[in-house]
Structures are given as C-alpha cells and as structure tokens.
C-alpha cells in the first residue's frame, strides 16, 4: 500500500525531469531536446538548460548528418580563437612536428628496400629506401585534425578534418601559433 500511495508522484517527477543523452560515438557531446523546436541542441557544456549561444550546433535527427546538422557560427568562432591560442601546443602537432625534421634518408626498419648483393649500387631504390614522412631538412606546415577520421601515416586529413596548421622550420620547430583552416566542418560524412 505504500508503494502505490508514493508511485504515482515519483512518475510524475521523472516526466518533470529533462532528458540528456550523448552521442553514441562521442561521450564529450551532450544531446538536449530544443523546448522551442523540433531539434536538438549539441553542446559539450553539462549545463541544463544548454546555452544556444555556447552550443556546437543544432541537428532534426540523429545521429547527425550534413544534411541535418546547423552549425552555430559563434562557437566556431570562439573555437578559432581557442585554436589560434593554444593549438600549437597540442601533442599531434609537436610530434609531427618533430617528424617533419627527420632526414630525408631516416629508415624506420633496418636495411630499408631490397637486400643489396655484393658488388651492386649503395643507394636505396623504390619507396622503402626513400626513408620516413620526414621534411628533407626543409620547413614546411603541419596539420591539427580533429581525429574523426585520421589519415594514414604521413598523409594529411582531409580539408574538413583539419582545425588549423602551423608553421614548422627546417629543424622541427613551431615558428608561431596555429592558423585556423576555415575549412573545418564540426559534422561529416564520418561523424562528429
């Protein structure tokens, strides 16, 4: 008898509540119905009600797709300026960095190519003797992805998947911050 007099308000307390999910292939994303539309809100912020303003964007399904997803200008551009400030100090970019400087002639394996017989050539042939993705001794620029889809070894991610780049001199350091890419899309065909 208890438990029947005290059900019925526990029920409506639970209807009360708001729902919060996250996305099944990002636990960082919080997912919050929209009480003015039929969409939901995306926000990495735990705050309920989420704040539209600091929210990644906007989707009518989920998952989201491109075709679904509306992505909030304000946040990317707080984003940029995150990136702008901090980006240059993120692992992935130090240590490709650090790649970059590698020697043209490095070999991640012994004996790189075809084994060499007595008598023949000294220098390596084909791709396994040309060395790592290393920058020859010469500055060039590296890539921040949001790791969705990363590239293979020594390619660079597709243009949506990158946040920004910097600056890397001949020795594999960062001359300056990162610059964002303005070609960065929060949701792909790969997901978000």
């Known amino acids: 008898m208890f438990a029947l007099r005290y ?9 009360l509540r708001r729902t919060v999910s996250t996305l099944p292939d990002n ?25 539209k303003r600091l ?4 989707t009518t399904e989920m998952p989201p797709t491109p075709r679904s997803f509306t992505e909030n200008k304000h946040f990317l551009k707080i984003l940029d300026e995150v990136l702008r400030e901090y980006g240059h100090l993120d692992e992935d970019v130090t240590s490709q ?39 020859a001794g010469i500055g060039s620029f590296v890539h921040l ?15 949506e998947d990158i946040l920004g780049s910097v600056e890397v001199d001949d020795s594999g350091k960062i001359s300056g911050k990162l610059e964002p890419s303005g070609t960065y899309r929060p949701v792909t065909n790969d997901g978000m």
């Open 145 to 159: 992805g949001d790791r969705r889809h990363p590239p293979e070894f020594g390619r660079i991610a597709w243009p």
């Open 97 to 135: 960095a650090r790649a970059l400087a590698t020697p043209p002639n490095f070999q991640f394996s012994p004996g790189g190519g075809n084994p060499r017989r007595k008598g023949a050539r000294s220098e390596p042939q084909g791709a396994s003797g040309q060395g790592g993705a290393g920058g």
């Open 27 to 51: 636990k960082h994303i919080r997912v919050f119905k929209d009480p003015s539309s039929t969409s939901s809100i995306l926000t990495y912020l735990e705050s309920d009600p989420p704040s």
């Open 7 to 15: 059900r019925a308000p526990l029920r409506t307390l639970a209807s």
């Open 55 to 58: 929210a990644i964007g906007t």
